[in-house]
């Protein structure tokens, strides 16, 4: 297991505004992944990134002054990724839009390319999730990629809550996500990473070959970016859940709360730190008063998604004014 955390690695933030310029960035993305190195045989069955396996979704919210709600403006997308239109189910904030993502193959295989790229504009409020869980599956030749921009302008607010990430036996997976925010706008992202099925297969608890997630933060496209942090993820054989890695649990939960400087003060403190028999989890300021950081380790998915909930339901309550509202019965 490698962490980087606060580097600069000089690479301007990506263009996804367009489908072109999107498949540009990921092959940019993928040359530049020296991790990927061992895992660039192409496909028998059909080539990495063609139709079909290069998907692009692109998303533009803004304020309708007349409805008094933030709308979807605008959507470009290629399959296999597809969107829901905009609902407003969440009875804490009526004005928020909510758009459900869906990949329409069900799961991510060997050779697929995805390009996400979310705008928000001045004084909109969005959230963004996935109709279930990313399911990356078994791969014998190449990896898959996923690219995610975010643009925020003033006074917005964007939410991107996934469900988790599952990560079948000798998958390999790569995903940047890069983030452009002023200094009024909040951005919270979270995400839950699986090894395996537990009880699919002897091999499967730990068993991908490559994990690999880069997260950066800008102010502008044409500035360095406040933080930069990846995490690669190498098992080998190695046993993650021993002492001095994973401690015995098995999934791992994040959230980046990208709030103004009084804002993060309040939510590493009151969301703490402590280690219990079914969790572990802590928050920390981030570099260059960029917000928190909250981090959960977990036996199982329910327990980690309830922690990562309260903490989201803090960020909402300290900056929005109202908590989370209770979650559907189906969740």
């Not at 009024?184 to 990473?193: K, P, W």
């Not at 930069?228 to 993650?240: A, C, H, S, W, Y």
Request: glycine share 6%; aromatic share 8%; hydrophobic share 40%.
């Amino acid at each position: 297991m490698r962490e980087i955390s606060c580097v600069d690695t000089g690479a301007p933030a990506p263009d996804c505004s367009s489908f072109q310029a999107a498949r540009q960035a990921l092959a940019d993305m993928d040359r530049s992944a020296a991790e990927l190195d061992p895992y660039r045989d192409e496909p028998p069955q059909m080539k990495s990134g063609s139709v079909g396996k290069l998907g692009y979704l692109r998303l533009d919210f803004r304020r309708d002054e007349n409805l008094g709600r933030t709308v979807l403006a605008d959507l470009d997308r290629r399959a296999p990724m597809i969107a829901q239109k905009a609902l407003y189910w969440e009875e804490s904030q009526p004005d928020m839009a909510c758009v459900i993502t869906i990949t329409s193959t069900g799961c991510v295989v060997q050779g697929d390319r995805m390009a996400l790229d979310v705008h928000a504009r001045r004084n909109s409020r969005a959230l963004v999730t996935t109709q279930s869980a990313t399911k990356v599956h078994v791969m014998d030749h190449n990896h898959a990629c996923q690219l995610q921009r975010f643009h925020l302008e003033e006074g917005s607010w964007l939410e991107y809550v996934p469900d988790p990430l599952i990560l079948h036996r000798h998958s390999r997976y790569v995903q940047d996500t890069w983030v452009t925010l002023p200094e009024s706008a909040c951005f919270l992202y979270g995400e839950m990473l699986v090894p395996g099925r537990r009880w699919h297969h002897r091999e499967e608890l730990f068993g991908f070959d490559l994990y690999s997630a880069g997260f950066h933060v800008c102010r502008s496209d044409d500035e360095a970016p406040l933080f930069e942090e990846r995490l690669v993820l190498e098992p080998d054989g190695t046993n993650f859940c021993s002492a001095a890695v994973m401690d015995g649990f098995e999934v791992f939960g994040s959230m980046f709360a990208l709030v103004p400087e009084t804002l993060a003060d309040a939510l590493v403190r009151d969301a703490g730190a402590a280690v219990t028999d079914d969790l572990a989890w802590g928050a920390l300021r981030l570099p260059e008063h960029a917000g928190a950081a909250f981090r959960v380790l977990g036996h199982g998915v329910e327990s980690v998604r309830r922690k990562m909930r309260e903490f989201h339901s803090l960020v909402r309550e300290r900056a929005l004014g109202r908590p989370l509202p209770p979650d559907f019965l189906w969740r």
